[in-house]
């Protein structure tokens, strides 16, 4: 089941609580983490949503995305399992 999706191109004004909040109407948000550098902690332009099943993120998907937040066109997408071993 994948139910977490991928956004990019997020403002680093963009904080966690307008992103689920922008998140749930396509939805209930169960979890959202804007992703931070570790050194100087401010965003780095993307962030992780989960949706509490696959067909809201499925909907995140096609209503979201391409839409603005916070002066920005969000890119949303399905998130693709890390990489890294």
Known sequence: MNNKVF?????WDTTEEALS???S???TVE???IIRDKI???SRGFAFVTMSSEAEAQAAIDTLNGK???GRQL???F???SENK
């Open 68 to 70: 603005e937040l916070d």
């Open 79 to 81: 998130a693709r399992p």
């Open 25 to 27: 109407q396509a939805g």
């Open 31 to 33: 979890e959202c983490s």
């Open 75 to 77: 890119k949303v997408d």
């Open 21 to 23: 909040e922008f998140f």
């Open 40 to 42: 100087s902690g401010r």
């Open 7 to 11: 956004v990019g191109n997020l403002s």
